[in-house]
């Protein structure tokens, strides 16, 4: 059984920087592709961005060219670094690990943009 928890989220300005970290555990990590996902209050949960266990990542539209999405297999974890914080960036944010036939959810860290 693997379990991700996130954390790293917070209040931040317009224009600042978070990084969120998914720590795992387990032995299975490299295995996995890791998603970040957000859900802003009222709205449908949607992915942010994706990283395979070969390191390709792909981005929302909305994000592209602001967050990375990265992974360090030695410490389990994944990473989301988001530059450039919008308020509509406000979201609780998940992340997810899907392989060998699995599929696990972390308990969601809230980042909050505003002045």
């Known amino acids: 059984q693997v379990q991700l928890v996130e954390s790293g989220g917070g209040l931040v300005q317009p224009g600042g920087s978070l990084r969120l970290s998914c720590a795992a555990s387990?032995?299975?990590?490299?295995?996995?592709?890791m998603y970040w996902y957000r859900q802003a209050p009222g709205k449908e949960r949607e992915l942010a961005a994706s990283?395979?266990?070969?390191?390709?990542?792909s981005y929302a539209a909305s994000v592209k060219g602001r967050f990375t999405i990265s992974r360090d297999n030695a410490k389990n974890t994944a990473y989301l670094q988001m530059n450039s914080l919008k308020p509509e960036d406000t979201a609780v944010y998940y992340c997810?690990?899907?392989?060998?036939?699995?599929?696990?959810w972390g308990q969601g860290t809230q980042v909050t943009v505003s002045s």
């Open positions: 387990g032995s299975i990590f490299s295995s996995l592709a």
């Open positions: 990283i395979t266990w070969g390191r390709s990542t």
């Open positions: 997810r690990g899907v392989g060998l036939g699995r599929d696990y």
